[in-house]
């Protein structure tokens, strides 16, 4: 019988996987020179039958082997992949992620802690309250606030979204169901939140110039009964806006009412010293979304709620004996299920840690003003540019703007043409005006001011005359 095939732990671990990472990084590299731009051309059609050849029969009688496996797989996804380390993938929040998390992301992998019981994550689970603790000491600075801050980690910005509304749910007295309040500006997650959760739908509120009305909203609470949850954005998908957090803080005070920020791309702020500032008022939500696969420069995921007053946690308690016996959580083992609605969680803590310690604050800052500027820069270009109209001066690193006369018809063709093309990556989004636009979601520090040129006249290029 032959012997089973080596693991990725243990002592023997490392000697099995050098040289398979050596394959894979081969395979990244030839994939990507095979691609040669920001997205595979051809469209989905051809995408998807170049896959199908490459990859041959995926469950043969006999195998492969692990090198030919990997070599021809990690090659054929590589190269078919959309690539946001490329400056001109630019459509999404979508982060090239550093290469030391990667790193830290591998050792991960390796050792495959579960975090939902100490005696599967011993260290993994001291370090998740290590830096969870400090993450929601970032956004909650009041060393003594009347409950100790804390986070809770996720997979994104939906699940914190999701998990801020249970919160809010099982903790806001008052008759009845709980009522959500968003902007017209808001993530879909929140809505979708409430349907999860079996809530009334929520209740809309305006945003003319793409931030939420501080006024609509106080008039919106005063002919609400019962528990009230408010979720304002800092930094909203499709143009990167902040809504009026003091104001907005103030009129929920008034109100009773209990506040949520969702701050999934803009938290990344909280490194920069410079622009900061643009979150004043975050530390009196009571609970925060952070994603650090955003401006965190993170693999996927990364995502974080940050909880004001930690008691509020408790409400995810769950009791599961096999897990968190009684008796256990007595004699001191941590419990660790009621940190999560998940049971198995991957240790996504680490590459967060590493990133943290690798760059600090400075570092991680300095990033986070590096896209902001490259976002002013590449408006000014629009702004100066005789052929293009720009949306508005960007607050974060989103630009909105599009072909001046070209309508939604022509600026929907000219994105798909250069996908097809696999030239370029632009995002799409509609303002409250109803107006179609291109977005320009600038999350490379790499990218030059050339890149930027060079992505306006692609587009320049590709609009009829």
Known sequence: MSSPPPLAGGTRGPDALRPLLATVLDALHDGATRRAGPLPAGGPDTVAARLRDRAGTLLPDHGTGADDALRTLVTALTEGAADPADPLCAAHLHCPPLAVATAADLAASALNPSMDSWDQAPAASALETLVTTALAHEVYADPHPPHPADALV??????????????????????????????TNAHHSLARATWLYGLPDPVTVPAPTGTLDPAALDDALSDLPGAKLVAATAGTTDAGLIDPLPEIADVCERHGARLHIDAAYGAGLLFSARHRPLL?????AHTVTLDLHKLGWQPVAAGLLAVR?????????????????????????????????RTTRRPDILKIAVTLKALGRTGLGALTDQVVALAHHLARLVDEHPAFELYDTPTLSTVLFRPRGADATTLAAIRRTLLTEGRAVLGRARTDDNELWLKATLLNPHTDPGDLAALLKLVEGHTPR
């Open 154 to 183: 996720t997979t994104g910005g939906t699940e914190a979204n999701q998990l801020a509304v249970l919160l809010a749910r099982e903790t806001t007295p008052g008759p009845g169901p709980l009522h959500l309040l968003v902007g």
């Open 309 to 341: 007053s930690a008691p509020d946690v408790t409400a995810l308690t769950y009791q599961a004996d096999y897990l968190n016996a009684d008796d256990d959580t007595e004699a001191g083992l941590p419990d660790l299920l009621g940190r999560s609605l």
């Open 280 to 284: 004043d008022g975050l530390d009196r």
